[in-house]
């Protein structure tokens, strides 16, 4: 299938989970993963219409950002090491993976421009996943205030990949109950309002239980190449 099939398929299965929970489907920003794929085919995927590139590693992050000269905004998906920080960080639009002060300390310190961020919370506790645990997330949000250059802008998980359907929602209900609390106190830092989650196998669960963010690989440009 074209990548404009995929998207069709795509964008029909969001407005179907959005209509069983009531949600507009404009509330829902579509992050197409291009680091299985080539830039000719990352090129493909924004010429379908895709305004949001995701990558996780940082090599094949700017290297698509380099050689590609449209107006998309790039997401950096994968664990960030602060060493790297400096190479990066003037191309991230939005980061999704902060998960230590030491990150965002270095981010501060590397940019003189404000860092849209989701925090990275590691919900199901499994040891093999980055983020933070559920309750180290609120003092670590409060301690963001003192890093100007980044701004908390929504939580993002990545669930456990064979996990039955009720596990997946309660572990994205909980990032939604998580993003509640801490969005009510109205911190000027850390507005909170976004939920990146939801990949190729559970975003409709996702944006059931809230998702604004969804990162999709496989469905869009298919398996690895
Ligand atoms: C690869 C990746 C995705 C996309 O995964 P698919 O299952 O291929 O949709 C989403 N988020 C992160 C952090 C990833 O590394």
């Known amino acids: 299938m074209t990548v404009e099939q995929n998207l069709h398929n795509i ?5 179907e989970a959005c209509e069983r929970v009531n949600r507009d489907p404009n509330e829902i920003t579509i992050i197409g993963v291009t ?10 995927v924004i010429n379908a219409g895709i305004g949001n590139i995701g990558e996780n590693r940082m090599e094949g992050f700017l290297e698509k950002r380099h050689s590609i000269d449209l107006d998309v905004n790039w ?6 090491q602060s060493r790297k920080v400096k190479e990066v960080i003037q191309d991230i639009d939005f ?7 030491s990150l965002a300390k270095e981010i501060n310190k ?15 506790g499994e040891s093999s996943k980055h ?16 890093y100007p250059n980044v701004k908390i802008i929504g939580l993002m998980t990545m669930a456990p990949h064979d996990e039955d359907e009720e596990s997946l929602r309660s572990i994205f ?4 109950e998580l993003r509640d609390s801490i969005k009510e106190k109205n911190l000027s830092h850390a507005p909170c309002e976004f939920l990146s989650m939801g990949m190729s196998n559970d975003y409709s669960i996702a944006i059931e239980e809230g998702a604004t963010h969804i990162r999709i690989g496989t469905s869009l440009v298919g398996a690895k190449e």
């Open 95 to 101: 980061l999704h993976s902060l998960d230590r002060t």
């Open 131 to 146: 983020g933070l645990q559920v309750d180290e997330v609120e003092d670590f949000i409060q301690k963001m205030e003192s």
């Open 75 to 80: 997401h950096f998906i994968g664990t960030l």
């Open 173 to 176: 209900s909980r990032l939604r």
């Open 11 to 15: 964008t029909q299965e969001i407005e």
């Open 110 to 124: 590397r940019t003189n421009k404000v860092v849209p961020s989701f925090v990275q919370v590691n919900v199901s």
């Open 35 to 44: 680091k299985y794929v080539t830039i000719e085919k990352a090129k493909e």
